[in-house]
């Protein structure tokens, strides 16, 4: 693409990163294949003042592409890093993307096509497909993918097509944000799916196919796993606060599982009865144990041994999250009254 083409420019692409050195590279390399059937698209990666050797890779491949822009996010968190790339995207459309990913050669072209076969719908993508590179990754990818690790989340269900509650990497129409506004910049997690149930709660419909592909990298070890999901879950309260009403019901139900648990064992203490307290876990742990059996079908045994890890994780760091933000929002709360 040449400059003297700005104008006709049907896409902007929007990558926040911060020290993504190990896939950013991976992550152009597979926009820059795109399909274009004769449009224009640009690349705007918004980075967080990366220290590690992403700048000097980003330097090196935009050196080579016109078409790709760097955007300095010098508050170094996602939304405004969402925002700076909107404000400065000249595309029809905008697609939010992540640097953990890579995309089809035409997952540009078939958000389009949804765009033309639904006019009525604002956001498109498809369901996001984990993947991961070590075992514990493949597991990770593998309950991500499942409803015994995320529930009722359509829009990590690889085959799933419909209308959803929000997507992933997002192609957005460029006038939902003259209509809905910009991304909350005080949501340092989900201010993505925020961004969807904003639009959802103003009458914005989202459709996910599984035509538009593209795969994510999940966490690859225990702590980045835990922290992720402890963030999740922790910044949830946040998004709650703001509109009053859960976004999804299965947001709310690892932390009551958990603190369910927790108050059985104090009951339990009390009356002296062990079976009450290791009734809910023997059942958690049975429910873990089969998945696990049944996932060695496809996958194997050095990879399924994780899995029961893995969902425990998702649920506890989740549930964990979730009630230290509610402890937080408690206490902030007795501390303006008093």
């Known amino acids: ?41 640009e690349i705007l990666v918004v980075d967080g003042m990366s220290d590690d050797r992403t700048r000097k890779i980003l330097s090196e491949i935009s050196s080579k592409h016109t078409n790709i822009r760097i955007i300095d996010n010098p508050l170094k968190v996602t939304p405004s890093a969402f925002n700076l790339g909107i404000l400065n995207a000249k595309g029809k459309y905008i697609s939010i993307l992540g640097a953990h990913a890579e995309y089809a050669s035409d997952f540009l072209l078939k958000n389009l096509e949804l765009m033309e076969s639904f006019p009525d719908v604002e956001c498109t993508g498809g369901p996001i497909i984990s993947k991961g590179k070590s075992n514990f990754a493949k597991a ?26 929000m997507a992933c990497f997002p192609t957005f129409r460029r006038e939902v944000f ?69 976004i999804s019901y299965r947001q709310q139900i690892p932390a009551l599982f958990f603190l369910t648990i927790a108050f059985l064992f104090i009951i339990a203490f009390y009356f002296n009865n062990i079976y009450l307290a290791l009734f809910l876990p023997v059942i958690y742990i049975i429910i873990l144990m089969g998945f696990a059996l049944y996932s060695l079908k496809r996958e194997k045994f050095s990879i399924i041994w994780h899995l029961p890890t893995v969902v425990f994780i998702l649920h506890f760091s989740y549930a964990v999250g979730y009630i230290s933000g509610f402890i937080k929002l408690s206490i902030n709360k007795i501390r303006i009254i008093f």
């Open 178 to 246: 003259e209509k809905y506004g910009l991304y909350d910049e005080s949501l340092i997690k989900n201010q993505d799916d925020e961004y969807c149930f904003r639009m959802r709660l103003k009458g914005g419909k989202i459709y996910l196919s599984p035509k538009v592909k593209s795969n994510y990298f999940v966490r690859d070890n225990v702590v980045k796993l835990f922290s992720q999901y402890y963030q999740y879950g922790k910044w949830r309260i946040a998004v709650l606060l703001k509109h009053k009403i859960p």
């Open 140 to 165: 990770v990818s593998i309950a991500m993918s499942n409803p015994i690790g995320v529930g009722n989340a359509k829009h990590r269900f690889p085959d799933y097509e419909g209308f959803a509650e």
């Open 1 to 41: 693409m040449q400059k003297n083409h700005e104008e006709n420019i049907l896409i902007s692409i929007i990558i926040p990163c911060r020290n993504e050195e190990k896939f950013i590279e991976e992550t152009l390399s597979s926009l820059l294949q795109q399909k274009c059937n004769g449009f224009d698209f």
